[in-house]
């Protein structure tokens, strides 16, 4: 599976950003997919993840300001964030759970990540 990111970039303390995520290749093995992020210094933490069935989860940090949503037929993952705080800011990586047909381990793929800086 390849998973190509988009959008990011400067935003400003206070405003939004949308970030998509499309999957390509073995995408039938895909079970959840979602967004990472990973502040300088620190480890990379999950920001959200939606299962295929639309189980969500949130970090709590981004709880109420954060949507995921996602769009099967096309194999895409979306973020939209509001009210953007400057510890928002970090590198924002595509996830990709992965099971193969036949097996009982799931996987994790990840994209190329997006910078996201929210200035104060």
């Known amino acids: 599976v390849q998973l190509q990111a988009f959008g990011g970039g400067l935003v400003q303390a206070g405003g939004s950003l949308s970030l998509s995520c499309a999957a390509s290749g073995s995408t039938a093995s895909i079970k959840a997919m979602g967004w990472y992020r990973q502040a300088p210094g620190k480890q990379r933490d999950l920001v959200a993840t939606?299962?295929?069935?639309?189980?969500?989860a949130y970090a709590d940090s981004v709880k109420g300001r954060a949507t995921i949503s996602r769009d099967n037929a096309k194999n895409t993952v979306y973020l939209q964030m509001s009210s953007l705080k400057p510890e928002d800011t970090g590198v924002y990586y595509c996830?990709?759970?992965?099971?193969?047909?036949?097996?009982?381990?799931?996987?994790?793929?990840w994209g190329q990540g997006t910078l996201v800086t929210v200035s104060s």
């Open positions: 996830n990709a759970v992965r099971i193969m047909p036949g097996a009982s381990v799931a996987f994790g793929s």
């Open positions: 939606m299962t295929n069935g639309g189980d969500t």
